[in-house]
């Protein structure tokens, strides 16, 4: 798949409009220097100096002075130019990289990935209310009549603890597919929520042969758990969550801006070609700002139906 041509042609333009700045930028540089030559020649004494060496100082730094100031003007032109330029160059490029390149689409996927965690993470509260109530069932109610363990207890809390089990592997699955994804360095900035150690099924099975009073202990100790983390959970989730996409979208940006300043050193050196900058920057202009302009008012004109009675 090959750059868009409006994408190269954009690229071509903006060559120019930064080779203009770079020389514009120049002619200052020089201009200062010059004018600083101009002001070592000040006549002494102000008015006590002759008319003649007077004038000519003063028409030298009046013109000076006017090359300074359209100079600038074109400085201006030029900063809006590039500005213009980059707002449509930046999207066409992340279009046209999601497409043909893998390096990049990595970014955007992971943080799908983050945006896929924080959904299931949603799922776990619930879950985790449950088995705090199963939890305090098991501990109360596990002793029948005959004095005999009732075991029923334990079978709903092995499926409760179950499904926060299975929840908790997606959690880590998807934090596992982010760690496979993203290069090494945009990775090791990365600090997922690290959640708690929540009893699993292999707990369930351990209470299960415990004496009552040592269970009690633990089933209250571990509800307590539960039910404070549903309550309170973590402040830092939605922060390091928000971190993480911004490692991910600083990495995305960079490997763009990498592979643009390419394109801007292959459009400098075979997009362009020597040309009068007035002339450049007067057709850039026509091009981007008052056609631009031009359309603008177009669909201003368009959406206000009143404007053509008045």
């Not at 868009?4 to 020089?30: F, G, K, P, W």
Request: proline share 4%; aromatic share 8%.
């Amino acid at each position: 798949m090959e750059l868009a041509v409006t994408t190269i042609e954009h690229l071509r333009d903006e060559a120019y409009a930064m080779l203009c700045r770079r020389a514009v930028m120049q002619s200052l540089e020089r201009l200062e220097q010059k004018k600083a030559n101009i002001a070592s020649t000040r006549p002494p004494f102000g008015f006590l100096a002759p008319k003649q060496a007077r004038e000519t100082f003063e028409k030298s730094m009046e013109a000076a002075s006017g090359t300074e100031a359209s100079l600038r003007t074109q400085l201006g032109q030029i900063i809006q130019l590039e500005h213009l330029l980059q707002g449509r160059i930046h999207p066409e490029l992340g279009v046209y990289l999601t497409a043909v390149s893998p390096d990049y689409r990595r970014f955007t996927s992971a943080r799908d990935f983050i945006d896929q965690w924080q959904i299931e993470f949603a799922k776990l509260p619930e879950l985790l209310t449950a088995f705090a109530r199963d939890v305090r069932n098991a501990a109360q109610g596990t002793t029948t009549a005959e004095g005999a363990r009732d075991l029923q207890f334990f079978a709903v809390l092995r499926d409760s603890a179950l499904h926060v089990e299975t929840q908790l592997d997606v959690l880590d699955a998807l934090v596992a597919e982010i760690a496979a994804i993203l290069p090494p360095e945009a990775n090791a900035e990365i600090v997922m929520p690290k959640l708690p150690d929540f009893r699993r099924v292999a707990w369930v099975n351990h209470i299960a042969a415990l004496p009552a009073a040592q269970l009690e202990l633990e089933a209250t100790r571990v509800e307590t758990e539960a039910r404070q983390f549903v309550t309170h959970g973590d402040s830092r989730i939605p922060a390091r969550l928000n971190a993480a996409r911004e490692v991910c979208a600083r990495h995305e940006e960079n490997f763009l801006q990498h592979y643009w300043n390419t394109l801007r050193a292959h459009a400098q050196a075979h997009y362009v070609e020597e040309r009068d900058i007035t002339e450049v920057i007067a057709d850039l202009v026509q091009r981007y700002v008052t056609s631009d302009l031009d359309r603008r008012q177009r669909e201003l004109n368009t959406a206000n139906p009143f404007q053509n009675e008045r």
